[in-house]
């Protein structure tokens, strides 16, 4: 029974399982976005948030804590294009969530297994990579903002454009349901027809 073990073994030694986490860390932090299988990123996940909760606090312990946590020890940037791990999840990442109080990765699971042993393949990423690259973020509505039900009935929609010969149909139509008026020279004719088969 695996009682009291808390996290995956994935058939590692201990040291090989922290050089791993740290690895996947790091990439997840510089590119935002990584593939791996499903119970790596399940177990990176957790580890993940923890230093983006750190990030939040942006304070000389926390700095060194997240230094000893990836063990990174190139502080200062040397190119301005290329910022530090921990620069920019200090930088960069931590201003970011800020107003968010947990859950800052995702786990998207991929239809296609991986070629070698058929293992689960899966996206983890932050949450708002697509708000970050966009600028846009989705309000939530709750009672308070919900607006008045008149307001919220959709406009009528115009009406549709008929064909040319739908509207031809439509005017013969019309024309054969109008009553015609009654012409005096065909009325006199019938008249004298009808006087002269009296007369026969």
Same mark, same amino acid.
């Given at each position: 029974?695996?009682?009291? $073990?808390?996290?995956?073994? +994935?058939?590692?030694?201990?040291?090989?399982?922290r050089a791993l986490r740290r690895s996947l860390v790091s990439n997840l932090i510089e590119h935002e976005?990584?593939?791996?299988? @499903?119970?790596? *990123?399940? &177990?990176?996940?957790?580890?993940? &948030?923890? @230093?983006?909760? @750190?990030?939040?606090? %942006?304070? +000389?312990?926390? /700095?060194? /804590?997240?230094?000893?946590?990836?063990? &990174?020890?190139?502080?200062? %940037?040397?190119?301005?294009?290329?910022?530090?791990?921990?620069?920019?999840? $200090?930088?960069? +990442?931590?201003?970011?969530?800020? !107003? =968010?109080?947990?859950?800052?990765?995702?786990?998207? /699971? @991929?239809?296609? =297994?991986? +070629?070698? !042993?058929?293992?689960?393949?899966?996206?983890?990423? $932050?949450? %708002?990579?697509?708000?970050?690259?966009?600028?846009?973020?989705? =309000?939530?509505t709750t009672k308070a903002t919900h607006t008045s039900p008149t307001s919220a009935r959709p406009s009528a929609a115009p009406p549709a454009a008929t064909p040319a010969h739908a509207d031809a149909q439509s005017? !013969? =139509?019309?024309?054969? &349901?109008?009553?015609?008026?009654?012409?005096?020279?065909?009325?006199?004719?019938?008249?004298?027809?009808? *006087? %002269?088969?009296?007369?026969?």
């Amino acid at each position: 029974m695996r009682h009291r $073990f808390a996290h995956r073994r +994935l058939n590692r030694t201990s040291a090989h399982r922290r050089a791993l986490r740290r690895s996947l860390v790091s990439n997840l932090i510089e590119h935002e976005s990584i593939v791996t299988t @499903l119970p790596k *990123a399940q &177990e990176v996940k957790a580890f993940a &948030e923890k @230093l983006i909760t @750190l990030a939040k606090r %942006d304070t +000389l312990t926390a /700095r060194r /804590r997240a230094i000893a946590l990836l063990n &990174e020890r190139r502080i200062a %940037d040397g190119d301005a294009q290329q910022p530090t791990i921990i620069s920019k999840l $200090f930088k960069v +990442l931590g201003p970011r969530f800020a !107003d =968010r109080p947990g859950g800052y990765t995702r786990i998207v /699971r @991929l239809a296609r =297994r991986r +070629l070698g !042993d058929g293992s689960a393949k899966a996206v983890l990423q $932050f949450v %708002d990579q697509a708000i970050a690259s966009t600028g846009v973020r989705a =309000r939530r509505t709750t009672k308070a903002t919900h607006t008045s039900p008149t307001s919220a009935r959709p406009s009528a929609a115009p009406p549709a454009a008929t064909p040319a010969h739908a509207d031809a149909q439509s005017a !013969d =139509r019309n024309q054969s &349901e109008t009553p015609t008026a009654p012409n005096p020279e065909s009325d006199s004719s019938t008249k004298q027809k009808q *006087a %002269d088969q009296t007369q026969e």
